[in-house]
């Protein structure tokens, strides 16, 4: 690799060396104070195959936060007092939500105190400069299991409508569906929560490194919500359609290998495939602009330098 395409870490003064080592002293007495709440989620990354892509965010979140490097070290670090409001809500949060046993509240806490003594000590440019990493942060917290009942509803009243349109007869009450060949229920498993979710947060990160167009990133993060949902409907309809002629235990155990795997594999590759013809910004093109930060007469105003 030529040495000028070589990712290098960008020389950090001493005010930066001081400043990131009293973040990390921050960060590490936020994750001491909040260790119940972070045990949690890791568990749930772990254990729970509806979260498991959450074990890459991290990672991704690392990743975006060193192809920012060269322009924040640019910018000089500095405490920002106003962000303590930031980690004090973070704090509220993470209290209630563990003394009314509400997990996704004390975790959602957790990663707000986070992301507040972030822009605490590096200061309100830098955290304009990490500001879609630290909004990312949010994909840290275990979030679906909520709205399961709603997409098996929704999935449900696609996968009728679609064994309607294909010339099947069939009854739905709820989440089951009833045909000729037997009684189909949307269950949990087949909410498509999982899908949805895991396409959400890359769709997300997409539309954020490869769109500098508003109007593309929202349109391809709302398909990153709209496909997923209609896709498992047609997952639902396809397993329906198939057990009509070549019976239940059959559709059961196509669905599981070829729909479970193959199907949503293809349709993210779809997704990403149309939203690729649109990407307009360049893979070398800098993330952030250190000079427009350090110029900008709001981040002054909010810095108090003005």
């Known amino acids: 690799m030529p040495p000028e395409l070589a990712l290098r870490a960008p020389a950090l003064t001493d005010t930066w060396r001081a ?47 060193w192809q920012r490097g060269p322009q924040l070290a ?7 007092p106003l962000a303590f409001a930031w980690l004090a809500l973070g704090a509220a949060l993470w209290a209630s939500g ?70 099947v007869p069939a009854r739905i009450d709820g989440v089951f ?41 929202a349109a391809l993060i709302l398909a990153a919500v709209v496909v997923p949902i209609v896709a498992n409907g047609v997952r639902a309809w396809g ?10 235990a059959f559709a059961e155990g196509f669905d599981h290998i070829v729909y479970g795997w193959v199907f949503f594999a293809v349709v993210m590759a779809l997704v990403l495939g149309v939203a690729w013809r649109f990407f307009d910004r360049a893979p070398d093109e800098p993330l952030i602009d250190a000079a427009a930060l350090d110029a900008s007469p709001l981040l002054a105003r909010l810095a108090g330098d003005r």
């Open 98 to 167: 563990t003394i009314l046993a509400i997990n996704t509240f004390a975790q959602a806490g957790a990663v707000v105190m986070l992301q507040g003594a972030v822009a605490a000590v590096l200061g309100v440019r830098v955290a304009a400069g990490l500001l879609f990493p630290l909004a990312y942060m949010a994909f840290l917290v275990p979030f679906g299991d909520e709205i399961v009942p709603a997409l098996q509803a929704i999935t449900a009243k696609l996968a009728i409508a679609l064994t309607h349109w294909s010339g």
């Open 19 to 65: 400043a990131l080592m009293r973040l990390a002293l921050a960060v590490t007495a936020i994750v001491a104070m909040t260790w119940p709440a972070w045990a949690e989620m890791v568990r749930q990354w772990w254990d729970s195959s509806t979260y498991n892509h959450i074990l890459l965010i991290p990672a991704i979140l690392a990743w975006l936060v």
């Open 74 to 80: 640019q910018l000089t670090p500095r405490a920002w």
């Open 177 to 217: 569906i009833d045909t000729p060949v037997g009684l189909f229920k949307v269950a949990e498993a087949c909410s498509g929560v999982k899908f949805l979710v895991a396409m959400v947060a890359l769709g997300t990160l997409v539309a954020q490194v490869c769109f500098k167009s508003w109007n593309r990133r």
């Open 239 to 248: 397993t329906i359609y198939i057990a009509q002629s070549q019976g239940v």
